[in-house]
């Protein structure tokens, strides 16, 4: 799976969100180290604090399949930006060294960081 697919995964659900609040729609395809994708677009709710991110949506999602353990996650988010800071607590719990590839809302590559990047000297599991 070539970072350029893992995008273009992302990029197909994207239409997919639910985000009449924010107009503001976010998109992930998280790659497994089984070498398997799962996505997850943005689910807003009328009580907006109720709102779940698209990040937490796919790593959910592939939790509930059986899978802990990732090697990419892309994301697309207009303009290229990064995860917020739950996403980056939650994906941290499974993949502290996850490659993390920020594209905006036309598929191109912005940034690539690794979560430990974006979550330094993260509280987690090992915390504990
Ligand atoms: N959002 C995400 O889905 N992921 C992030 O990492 C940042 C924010 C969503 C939440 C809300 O539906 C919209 O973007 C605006 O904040």
């Known amino acids: 799976m070539t970072d350029e697919k893992l995008i273009q995964e992302a990029m197909e659900v994207r239409v997919n969100s639910y ?14 180290e089984s ?4 996505t997850g677009v943005n689910v807003e709710n009328a009580s907006y604090g109720l709102t779940m991110c698209a990040e937490r949506v796919a790593i959910g999602t592939a939790v509930a399949a059986g899978e802990k353990t990732f ?3 892309a994301v697309i988010v207009k ?21 993390v590839l920020m594209a905006d809302e036309m598929g191109n590559l ?6 430990a990047e974006l979550l ?8 504990l």
């Open 120 to 127: 330094p000297e993260a509280f987690g599991p090992h915390s």
């Open 19 to 32: 985000s009449p609040y924010s107009r503001f729609p976010v998109s992930a395809a998280l790659l497994t």
């Open 79 to 99: 303009g290229g930006g990064s995860p917020c800071g739950a996403c980056r607590q939650v994906l941290n719990e499974f993949a502290p060294n996850l490659r």
């Open 110 to 115: 912005i940034r690539e960081r690794t979560l």
């Open 71 to 73: 090697q990419a996650i």
């Open 35 to 38: 070498g398997r994708v799962f």
